[in-house]
């Protein structure tokens, strides 16, 4: 298994470590969690880097990379749903579906000999994604902390819907070869 891949992996071992931490709301829970969820969003960036960087780009990096991204997000939005006030159950639902249906759509690629790489859209999505969770794990009692949250939220809602619809219509051709 080359660097990137294990980078991967390790986002993988992150996402449970970060959700401990969290929900448990002590003191330096939020601290602790946000340093766990920053590594995680940062070696997101490095494991693509040194893929392309090294020419070790794989079908696991770009199957499970995205998959870790996904799982991380979708962890974080759970815990804000448990533990913040401010946090709307249907933001969760909005960005979880669109995983699911990606992540289909993936699916049959897959079995098409059909590898679905990240768009810019999808890139984008997962950015404001991170951003938001970064800004709900923080989550300080400030009316412009407050709008800042809100603003990011509805900003990654944004482009979840505009990165699924994207990736709908440049892979119709998986639906049409998948129905036949």
Request: aromatic share 12%.
């Amino acid at each position: 298994m080359n660097l990137p891949n294990k980078i991967t992996v390790a986002r993988f071992i992150m996402v449970p470590i970060f959700a401990v931490i969290f929900l448990i709301q002590l003191p330096w829970s939020n601290v602790v969690g946000l340093v766990v969820f920053l590594i995680a969003c940062i070696s997101d960036f490095f494991d693509g880097y040194l893929a392309r960087k090294n020419n070790l780009v794989t079908d696991f990096g770009k199957l499970m990379d995205p998959l870790a991204d996904k799982l991380l997000v979708c962890t974080a939005l759970v815990c804000f749903i448990e533990v913040r006030d401010n946090f709307p159950a249907w933001c969760a639902i909005l960005i979880i579906a669109r995983e699911f249906i990606i992540s289909g759509i993936r699916q049959l690629g897959a079995e098409k000999k059909i590898i679905i790489m990240a768009s810019i859209w999808g890139k984008a999505k997962t950015v404001l994604q991170m951003i938001t969770c970064i800004l709900f794990i923080l989550d300080y009692d400030h009316p412009a902390f407050t709008l800042a949250e809100n603003i990011f939220m509805w900003l990654a809602a944004a482009m979840t819907v505009i990165s699924l619809v994207d990736y709908i219509f440049k892979n119709r051709v998986i639906f049409e070869k998948a129905s036949k």
